[in-house]
């Protein structure tokens, strides 16, 4: 399953298949982003990171992709299991300036 | 990774009561600190950044003198939400940035206060 936009979408996919979620970010000058994975009533986990220069990263089946030409960020979640069911957000940044937040997307596995 | 304590991670209280809630790095140093507010299904919304020492600095729109925030030592800031009204209701995120080793731009974050106002 994949998600698109900047509302807060919800994306449905069953327990095994892959999983995509899309961030659109808003500078330019970004040169660092993080995706975090948001558990109903907890506060941000970290998940994978990327910086600028790269346009692929892989971690344990996550994967972020980036795409500075059209500002795009990807987080693709191998064999998606029920304990991914949560709400994603990309996050960007400049240097070390503050930290700016996407909207988030909320992934539910069924099972 | 970092650990990042909060607490309380709920907290019901009475309308004009003051709420302290605290935010510690428990294995790291943290000369920066930062507060979030969350509305329900929604992002994260930064309020200020607490900094070791000084005052901290505050996100456009965010009062101040109603939410203070001191940063005394390199693992604990706190942020106090005075005179709390219902609308104050929300739920508050601390986090800070580990310095440490290359990444030093990821945040880890604390769980998350509930904050209810009656």
């Known amino acids: 399953g994949e998600s698109v936009g900047l509302h807060l979408p919800t994306l449905s996919v069953q327990e095994g298949d892959n999983s995509i979620i899309n961030c659109a970010y808003s500078n330019s000058a970004s040169d660092y982003f993080i995706w975090y994975k948001q558990e109903s009533g907890k506060g941000p986990q970290f998940i994978i990171d990327i910086r600028s220069n790269m346009d692929k990263r892989q971690g344990q089946r996550v994967t972020v992709l980036l795409n500075k030409t059209v500002k795009h960020l990807s987080l693709q979640i191998a064999a998606t299991q029920p304990g991914d069911s949560a709400v994603y957000f990309c996050?960007?940044?400049?240097?070390?300036?503050?930290?700016?937040f996407g909207i988030g997307t909320k992934l539910q596995v069924i099972p | 990774g970092a650990v990042v304590s909060q607490h309380p991670s709920r907290v019901i209280c009475k309308s004009g009561t003051s709420v302290k809630i605290e935010c510690r790095s428990l294995?790291?140093?943290?000369?920066?600190m930062f507060w979030y507010r969350q509305f329900p299904k929604k992002s994260l919304m930064l309020m200020a950044t607490?900094?070791?020492?000084?005052?901290?600095?505050?996100e456009q729109g965010v009062e101040k003198d109603k939410f203070l925030i001191n940063h005394a030592s390199l693992t604990l800031s706190t942020l106090t939400v005075t005179s709390a009204h219902p609308e104050d209701s929300s739920f508050y995120i601390c986090?800070?940035?580990?310095?440490?080793?290359?990444?030093?731009?990821?945040?880890?974050f604390g769980a998350g206060t509930r904050l209810s106002v009656l």
């Open positions: 294995d790291f140093q943290a000369t920066t």
């Open positions: 607490s900094n070791e020492g000084s005052k901290a600095t505050y």
């Open positions: 986090s800070a940035r580990d310095l440490r080793g290359e990444a030093k731009n990821i945040q880890y």
């Open positions: 996050a960007e940044t400049q240097g070390y300036q503050k930290v700016t």
